[in-house]
């Protein structure tokens, strides 16, 4: 069991945001244009000019954001935390909140830890007891899921595919019957290899997208099946940030067990309700469970 640690946070103010806000002592989560700068929050902002201590996935991005939206430095000290960074680093932050600092961790682009470095730190801080604070803002899984134009009531984010292709092929073995979308990040150079796995293990007809770039000057949507969407990039290479977004395969439910749940509907509800409710369940016509009610009747 988890021993528990109990919250080191104060409430006492150590900057000041531009809105006149405090900005408590912790760890600020701040989420990053994925391209379009414009995208960034106003508290995203706040926090960015008001934290002690500024530390990003890349250095250059979070300075050369700051710079377009005109927040000084100020003499403050901006550290990297990537994929490569270790105990030093995050002593380093756990020496700035040991102080009552509060410490802006900002992703290149995108949600802090979303298929990104930060797990370590944001389980060591957590672990020390200090405050852990989202500042949320965008997010390409989520981008891509409201553009695809695949069910966005329910899904699943696999994070990037294995690259070699026998463990990706068993990776999408596994991922074969989630009830919703599935979203993956995928490299540019083997998007193609992996549209052609996933056509099949998954099946071709499957409906996809594929995002690219999104928010950017080149962003391009192409939705189709798997099958065509491999076919589409045979031998044509790809650039930039990559998201594909693969619907759910279309199984038809047991006819028994339809029946038996409209069965049981019957004892509790009119054959208009029941039939709805149904249809709803096993996404089936609403009219041919309709028609199955008055057989049963019958």
């Keep these: 069991m988890q021993k528990h640690v109990p919250s080191k946070s104060r409430n006492a103010a150590v900057s000041k945001a531009s809105n006149g806000e405090t900005l408590v002592a912790g760890l600020h989560l701040v989420s990053t244009p994925l391209g379009n700068a414009r995208d960034i929050t106003l508290r995203a902002l706040d926090v960015l000019r008001a934290a002690d201590l500024l530390v990003a996935e890349d250095t250059r991005s979070l300075r050369r ?7 000084p ?46 797990y370590a730190l944001v389980r060591t801080v957590i672990g020390e007891g200090y405050r852990v604070l989202p500042v949320p803002g965008p997010s390409a899984l989520i981008a891509a899921l409201t553009v695809a134009g695949l069910p966005c009531d329910r899904f699943a984010f696999a994070g990037f595919p294995p690259s070699q292709r026998k463990a990706r092929r068993r990776f999408l073995q596994l991922l074969a019957d989630v009830p919703g979308t599935l979203i993956l990040y995928e490299s540019p150079r083997r998007t193609g290899a992996t549209l052609q796995d996933a056509a099949d293990v998954l099946g071709a007809d499957r409906p996809a997208a594929l995002c690219r770039e999104l928010t950017k000057k080149f962003e391009e949507i192409r939705r189709d099946t798997l099958g065509a969407l491999a076919e589409s990039l045979s031998g044509t290479p790809l650039k930039g940030e990559i998201v594909l977004l693969i619907g759910k395969g279309e199984t038809p439910p047991d006819p028994a067990i339809v029946e038996q749940a409209l069965r049981e509907a019957l004892k509790t509800r009119k054959l208009r309700d029941a039939a709805s409710d ?21």
Excluded: C, W
Aim: aromatic share 6%; no cysteine; charged share 25%.
């Design 278 to 298: 149904v249809a709803g369940r096993f996404g089936m016509s609403r009219r041919d469970i309709y028609q199955l009610g008055i057989k049963i009747g019958n």
């Design 65 to 71: 954001l700051m710079n377009i939206h005109g927040i």
């Design 73 to 118: 430095l100020a003499g403050r000290r901006v550290m990297a935390y990537h994929d490569h960074s270790g105990d030093r680093d995050r002593k380093a932050v756990l020496d700035a909140l040991r102080q009552n600092a509060s410490v802006a961790y900002a992703s290149e682009a995108g949600t802090p830890l979303v298929a990104d470095p930060g």
